[in-house]
């Protein structure tokens, strides 16, 4: 009788135990997992949120980069062109922005993480690695930029109405025809992402300590809004030849210097006309970026 009491208490001790902790070990990984999609999902929603808001004033910005116009003459075109084509090309950028904004703040908070744990290097250093793999990845989703350029440019509204028909236009000068631009972008995405992660915290800690929720959202507001303005006069130029290099169907794929030079002696060779439309895309970008910032900021509270 002792012995078939020892055996039944000692199946019951082997029994209860690994029923709890493997149930916490399944658990627990699928916690973390939802966590680490956190900073990729605030970031799509705040790319959403932007580009809702802000694509008219995109769309002005972009016929004057394209034609070295004056704000008023862009206006004027978007009013001929009327209410119906206003946000005709949005699709591409609702695509590009929420994807590559995702990657952008998610893959910075991996690779960042990563590299501290795996490198011995200051954190500076792998925090500008993450920043700039994470800008190569975004290049990845280049046809969408391309396609929306293309979709803006009213030199284009005869040949095709909407995105499926402006990639079809591109599908029979092969996939190369997709990632014209590819070069500035990648310098664009990559230096940017350096400069705005690792300028963003220093700039917030010199704003006036907030206390409040809505002092909160106006500080990450006025702090990626001054970043954003900040980083799309400096690129505008880039831009600018990103631009005219996209706006070509076939024919010869020319490099970066030869259409900046082309551009150059176009506009008289004179720096401020290469400038022209940088004060509404800094008034943009200071707007598109506070919105940024702040919903990023606020739904990694909430979520």
């Known amino acids: 009788r002792k012995i078939l009491s020892n055996m039944m208490d000692s199946?019951?001790?082997e029994k209860r135990p690994p029923i709890l902790t493997s149930s916490k070990q399944d658990i627990s990984p699928h916690i973390t997992n939802v966590g680490e999609m956190k900073h990729y999902l605030c970031g799509c929603c705040a790319a959403f949120n932007n580009v809702a808001i802000t694509f008219p004033i995109q769309k002005v910005l972009f016929r004057q980069q394209l034609y070295g116009i004056?704000?008023?003459?862009?206006i004027l075109q978007l009013r001929r062109d009327g209410f119906r084509n206003l946000y005709r090309g949005i699709l591409p950028p609702l695509m590009q922005k929420t994807t590559t904004l995702a990657l952008m703040f998610g893959?910075?908070?991996?690779?960042?993480?990563?590299l501290h744990k795996h490198v011995s290097a200051p954190e500076f250093a792998t925090s500008g690695?993450?920043?700039?793999?994470?800008?190569?990845?975004?290049?990845?989703?280049?046809?969408?930029e391309r396609v929306q350029t293309l979709l803006q440019d009213h030199k284009h509204h005869d040949k095709f109405t909407n995105t499926y028909q402006a990639f079809k236009a591109l599908k029979c000068h092969g996939i190369g025809e997709y990632y014209r631009g590819l070069v500035p972008i990648l310098f664009r995405n990559g230096l940017s992402n350096v400069l705005f992660f690792g300028l963003r915290g220093p700039i917030k800690e010199h704003?006036?300590?907030?206390?409040?929720?809505?002092?909160h959202l106006v500080n990450d507001f006025i702090c990626g809004g001054l970043l954003g303005a900040m980083l799309g006069f400096l690129f505008f130029p880039i831009n600018v030849v990103k631009t005219r290099i996209q706006s070509q169907i076939g024919g010869e794929f020319q490099s970066f210097p030869k259409v900046f030079q082309k551009i150059w002696l176009e506009r008289d060779r004179k720096l401020i006309n290469l400038f022209r439309g940088a004060h509404l895309n800094y008034h943009r970008s200071l707007i598109s970026w506070g919105i940024i910032n702040a919903t990023y900021e606020f739904l990694l509270k909430v979520i």
């Not at 993450?130 to 989703?141: C, D, P, Q, S, Y």
Request: charged content about 15%; aromatic content about 4%; glycine content about 2%.
């Open 107 to 114: 893959l910075y908070e991996d690779l960042s993480c990563l």
């Open 129 to 144: 690695v993450a920043a700039v793999l994470a800008g190569t990845t975004e290049a990845i989703f280049t046809p969408l």
């Open 70 to 74: 004056k704000t008023r003459d862009a």
């Open 11 to 13: 199946e019951a001790h």
């Open 207 to 215: 704003l006036p300590t907030a206390t409040t929720h809505s002092a």
